[in-house]
């Protein structure tokens, strides 16, 4: 499995500013994904991030609202902008590890409250 | 269209004794199925996984799961429960070609003294 670690482990954010959530891997990986877990829900994938190539979004998501960057096979960051109340919830960042097909390890999350 | 489904939402058991946590699967083909566990305010802990072979899967801290291709079922059980177990379980399942994991809804798992 791989050691992954998030930051910040959780914020207060005002109304329509915005928050960057890092997330970053002790090895390099092929897959990393970005997940989001409202309260008291279960959690949907917001996108996967795509090393060198802009980020692959489920339906739902768009990129104006998370931007997500991933410039090399250990880093990726998730943005969550103009923030409102609704985007109060956990932010999750999953990898895949090379060679352990379509096994996702979690980070610890980032738990978002919106003001 | 795919899905994971996790009929108790909510389930309460006596240290020590058995426990079963129910998941079910629609896909076209057998997907690869996991059980994650999520303790209060944590990220997510690999239990076990299942691709193909056995069908009956150990995973850590003692739990199993038995896949069962005629019933589209992935139970989750251990024969006996610590208070420490006490937590959010989720199931999930991938198709084996996106990366994606589709989450059922969770089953939260309290323990009587």
């Known amino acids: 499995s791989a050691v992954i670690s998030q930051k910040p482990s959780r914020d207060i954010c005002q109304r329509g500013t915005s928050l960057t959530i890092q997330c970053q891997v002790d090895?390099?990986?092929?897959?990393m994904f970005w997940y989001r877990q409202q309260p008291g829900q279960s959690l949907t994938l917001i996108a996967t991030?795509?090393?060198?190539?802009?980020?692959?979004?489920e339906s739902g998501f768009v990129i104006d609202k998370f931007p997500i960057s991933r410039p090399n096979l250990t880093f990726s960051t998730l943005t969550v902008s103009n923030l409102s109340p609704e985007d109060s919830s956990i932010y999750l960042c999953?990898?895949?590890?090379?060679?352990?097909?379509?096994?996702?390890?979690f980070g610890p999350g980032t738990r978002l409250t919106v003001l | 269209a795919q899905s994971v489904t996790q009929p108790d939402i909510h389930i309460t058991v006596s240290e020590g004794a058995s426990l079963e946590l129910r998941c079910n699967y629609s896909?076209?083909?057998?997907?690869?199925l996991f059980w994650y566990v999520q303790s209060p305010g944590q990220g997510l802990q690999l239990l076990l996984k299942?691709?193909?072979?056995?069908?009956l899967v150990q995973g850590i801290k003692g739990f199993e799961a038995e896949f069962k291709r005629s019933q589209s079922s992935f139970n989750l059980r251990k024969p006996s429960v610590h208070w420490s177990d006490a937590a959010e379980y989720f199931c999930?399942?991938?198709?084996?070609?996106?990366?994606?994991?589709?989450f059922g809804q969770g089953t939260t798992l309290q323990v009587k003294p």
């Open positions: 999953s990898v895949e590890t090379s060679g352990v097909t379509d096994t996702q390890y």
């Open positions: 090895s390099q990986v092929t897959m």
């Open positions: 991030a795509n090393q060198g190539s802009e980020a692959t979004y």
């Open positions: 896909y076209g083909a057998t997907p690869y």
């Open positions: 299942y691709f193909s072979g056995d069908t």
């Open positions: 999930a399942g991938g198709s084996g070609n996106t990366g994606k994991l589709i």
